[in-house]
């Protein structure tokens, strides 16, 4: 069983940035591929990003290419998402998840096997 715990989210101002943490509970973190999905308020949950086990393969969603970074620190057993440039339309509950492939990245909402309690990321105008 692997936890999953986000950190990280909070407030920021348009055109700020945060760095969100996804921290994973067993020594074996480092075998799973991990995204990031987000639900914003009245949508369906979103891919947003993820890597491989390895950290060398990324993957994004197309809206958040520029302005988000997927990285992974094996020895802290933790994966981060930064995001840069963050606007009203980034606001959302962020998810971070694992996948038991680590070489796969799945560029889904869907297909993940573990998640976390996801961590709310609110940008004011």
């Known amino acids: 069983q692997v936890q999953l715990v986000e950190s990280g989210g909070g407030l920021v101002q348009a055109g700020g940035s945060l760095r969100l943490s996804c921290a994973g509970s067993i020594r074996t973190f480092s075998n799973y591929s991990v995204g990031w999905v987000r639900q914003a308020p009245g949508k369906e949950r979103e891919f947003v990003a993820g890597?491989?086990?390895?950290?060398?393969?990324?993957g994004y969603a197309d809206p958040v290419k520029s302005r988000f970074t997927i990285s992974r620190d094996n020895a802290k057993n933790t994966v981060y998402l930064q995001m840069n440039s963050l606007n009203a339309e980034h606001t959302a509950v962020y998810y971070c998840?694992?996948?038991?492939?680590?070489?796969?990245?799945?560029?889904?909402?869907?297909?993940?096997?573990?998640w976390g309690q996801g961590t709310q990321v609110t940008v004011s105008s």
């Open positions: 998840a694992a996948h038991w492939n680590g070489l796969q990245i799945v560029a889904t909402e869907r297909g993940y096997d573990y």
């Open positions: 890597i491989s086990w390895s950290g060398c393969n990324t």
